[in-house]
């Protein structure tokens, strides 16, 4: 019954995640937002969506564990597995805006998570009004410098057209499905952690992280088969950027989250760190400024061998 949950839970996340999506970008039309902003705040909102549900149900049901390892493994599978994926249909170019602000951006997020885990092994509701008010201010700093898009260069043109009727039904279907499929994919990974004796830090980082990132997943290969590059690279880093600052944020002002499996938690956050250090080396390589089919298959191998290392230390 608890792979059916999980099953469950991951179609629900996988068709709300597109309906939020799609939503999501209509919305962002209407408001004459830059294709790289609508990545980086409009599409990474949506596409965090079930990582904020999923953390937020298991905090408080008490799986502290799937709470943290869920944010930590998705940021881990967006860039190793999303990215890699996404780098091996087609050619990704980067903006040098990359290096000025999305990159150092997320690896700010990233050592304030480290810092405050490491601190006192429990993220308080301070720590998460601090990384949410981060969150806030870096989304103003995107708007403020935006510019408005081209919509000429839109290839899903239907999308600036919807009428508000329908934008917001997807909106509320995406919601309830996201909701729903929250609910049930914490419920089969926690009875899925007890049938086959391993942690919930095992089934989180890996099952629930990997559930959680269809989403991004989805809207990273739709927008590269599109053409639409800079929502595409500007959700991956956005959406690891909204992990931390809204997720981790906001579970942890309405209930702190205390670390339960630490030795598990130092080793993903370990490797949290280093693809978000090592996309920018990659970048930086020749092509640069490019993310190739080889530098996917680099992405993608080593996050393979993340998963084997995941499952078969004891």
Do not use: H
Not at 24 to 40: H, T
Not at 218 to 239: H, Q
């Amino acid at each position: 019954m608890s792979a059916i949950y999980v099953l469950l839970g991951l179609t629900l996340l996988t068709v709300g995640g597109d309906f939020l999506v799609r939503g999501a970008v209509a919305l962002s039309f209407r408001l004459n937002l830059s294709k790289m902003v609508i990545g980086m705040t409009v599409v990474s909102f949506a596409t965090s969506a079930p990582e904020l549900l999923v953390s937020l149900n298991a905090a408080l049901e008490g799986s502290s564990a799937i709470a943290i390892n869920n944010v930590v493994g998705s940021n881990i599978a967006n860039i190793g597995l999303v990215l890699g994926l996404t780098g091996m249909v087609g050619l990704i170019a980067v903006d040098r805006s990359f290096f000025r602000l999305n990159w150092p951006a997320m690896m700010i997020f990233s050592l304030a998570l480290c810092y405050f885990i490491q601190n006192d092994g429990i993220i308080t509701r301070i720590e998460g009004l601090i990384l949410f008010v981060a969150m806030v201010v870096f989304i103003l700093f995107l708007l403020k410098t935006s510019s408005e898009p081209d919509l000429d260069e839109v290839n899903e043109a239907t999308l600036s057209r919807v009428s508000l009727f329908k934008l917001i039904l997807w909106l509320t279907i995406g919601g309830v499905a996201l909701y729903m499929g929250s609910e049930f994919l914490v419920v089969g990974a926690i009875d899925l952690a007890k049938a086959f004796n391993v942690s919930e830090t095992v089934i989180s980082v890996s099952v629930v992280a990997i559930g959680t990132s269809v989403p991004e997943l989805a809207a990273s290969l739709i927008a590269v088969v599109k053409k639409e590059k800079a929502i595409s690279m500007g959700n991956l880093i956005g959406s690891n950027i909204f992990n931390i600052g809204t997720v981790i944020g906001v579970t942890a002002m309405i209930i702190p989250i205390p670390v339960t499996d630490a030795a598990a938690l130092n080793v993903n956050l370990a490797w949290m760190m280093a693809y978000a250090g090592g996309v920018a080396l990659l970048i930086l390589l020749p092509k640069r400024l490019f993310v190739s089919r080889p530098k996917g298959l680099i992405l993608f191998f080593s996050y393979m061998i993340f998963m084997y290392l995941t499952f078969s230390t004891p």
